[in-house]
């Protein structure tokens, strides 16, 4: 498990359920989250639940565990679609990630599931260095990532300190109506 190639590899996990997507401003968006066992089968049940909502969650690339009402720091990402993505580790979930570096910043503009209704430009270091623990075995990866890998896994990991991009946005001129498109 680990790394392999590029990607993280994830242990097996059960059968994930979709969980409903909190919006601000509920608290539990704004409290920081806990540390958790990543080996804990509720946390590894957890790791299974984002990947499982993010999944049939449109534009979704990645759900933090406050987002459907849990206050650990467990977060699900996977940018492999996106257009602006160069690096991509491909589907996964950490637990109890922190930065290890980070550099270059960069404005560019971000949307959440929970917070539907709008968009802003956040400044965010295009590179970065994420050490986290893996769901289930508690093995620990290092990701060293650029541009939109970089940027979503900032956001997830601003989630879990209870922050949300609105809270990072460079001014009240920054933040617009979320568009829709056909």
């Not at 946390?43 to 049939?56: F, G, H, N, P, S």
Request: with cysteine; hydrophobic share 45%; aromatic share 4%.
């Amino acid at each position: 498990m680990g790394i392999v190639d590029g990607r993280i590899v994830m242990p097996p996990l059960p059968e994930g359920r979709v969980l409903p997507v909190v919006t601000a401003p509920a608290a539990v968006l704004s409290t920081p989250c806990v540390d958790v066992d990543p080996c804990d089968p509720g946390v590894v049940q957890l790791a299974a639940d984002l990947l499982a909502t993010q999944r049939v969650s449109p534009g979704c690339v990645g759900l933090a565990a406050n987002q459907v009402g849990v206050g650990w720091r467990v977060f699900s990402l996977d940018v492999t679609a996106h257009p602006k993505a160069r690096i991509t580790h491909g589907e996964y979930v950490l637990v109890n990630a922190v930065v290890e570096s980070a550099s270059r910043n960069e404005k560019s503009r971000e949307g959440c599931m929970s917070v539907p209704d709008f968009t802003g430009d956040v400044k965010r270091a295009s590179r970065l260095v994420v050490r986290g623990l893996l769901p289930g075995t508690g093995e620990e990866v290092v990701i060293e990532t650029d541009a939109f890998e970089a940027r979503a896994l900032q956001h997830e990991l601003d989630h879990l300190a209870g922050f949300l991009f609105l809270d990072r946005v460079v001014g009240p001129h920054a933040v617009f109506p979320r568009q829709t498109y056909l």
